[in-house]
T-cell receptor, first 113, second 115 residues
Framework: DSGVTQTPKHLITATGQRVTLRCSPR?????VYWYQQSLDQGLQFLIQ???????AKGNILERFSAQQFPDLHSELNLSSLELGDSALYFC????????????FGQGTRLTVV | AQTVTQSQPEMSVQEAETVTLSCTYD???????LFWYKQPPSRQMILVIR??????QNATENRFSVNFQKAAKSFSLKISDSQLGDAAMYFC????????????FGAGTQVVVTP
């Protein structure tokens, strides 16, 4: 158990819908990272938050957004869902000090039908 | 932009034998970090080993070791005395110096371990 909690574990929704994925980082970690793992694109970095502020952006679509709340949990919002958004979405967190390991959650499997 | 390439989609190894996974990367930075992550069927991403680019010495973690060739931009993983529990997808990853969590992953190599 990495200490990073993601909910839900599985999600099935229809095209055009909106979903929210939730991530609770390890205790004390300030950074949260979101990744998408799909058959087409592999593992891709989406976005990073640090202590509530956006720190870095990767290949995140405009239909996707994220935020980190004062209690440090993070949410990834996916809207206008398309079939191609079906993927495993990972959250990872790391400690405030520079150059520390990122610990991954078990992911949320999103299926868009 | 950095790219990470793993050219072996699948590698098969017998128990107790050794297997080497290849990884090449492209970057214009002189300092960075490289990682190997393991993803078993449980889909959990597990850090296997890391290498700081400024260190010439190759990293070792028990049965796992790397061969880091900075000039060639090559970063291979050797798994010695392979065990059934080593069966998984292995990802090579690159990160900048300021954030180990901002990872650029390769496509992965599936390791199959046969008894």
């Amino acid at each position: 158990d990495s200490g990073v909690t993601q909910t839900p574990k599985h999600l099935i929704t229809a095209t055009g819908q909106r979903v929210t994925l939730r991530c609770s980082p390890r205790s004390g970690d300030l950074s949260v990272y979101w990744y998408q793992q799909s058959l087409d694109q592999g593992l891709q970095f989406l976005i990073q938050y640090y202590n509530g502020e956006e720190r870095a952006k990767g290949n995140i679509l405009e239909r996707f957004s994220a935020q980190q709340f004062p209690d440090l949990h993070s949410e990834l919002n996916l809207s206008s869902l398309e079939l191609g958004d079906s993927a495993l979405y990972f959250c990872a967190s790391s400690a405030p000090t520079v150059n520390t390991e990122a610990f991954f959650g078990q992911g949320t499997r999103l299926t868009v039908v | 932009a950095q790219t990470v390439t793993q050219s072996q989609p699948e590698m098969s190894v017998q128990e107790a034998e050794t297997v080497t996974l290849s990884c090449t990367y492209d970057t214009s930075e002189s300092d960075y970090y490289l990682f190997w992550y393991k993803q078993p069927p449980s889909r959990q991403m597990i850090l296997v080993i890391r290498q700081e680019a400024y260190k010439q010495q190759n990293a070792t973690e028990n049965r796992f070791s790397v061969n880091f060739q900075k000039a060639a931009k090559s970063f291979s993983l050797k798994i010695s005395d392979s065990q059934l529990g080593d069966a998984a997808m292995y990802f090579c990853a690159y990160s900048p110096t300021d954030s180990w969590g901002k990872l650029q992953f390769g496509a992965g190599t599936q390791v199959v371990v046969t008894p």
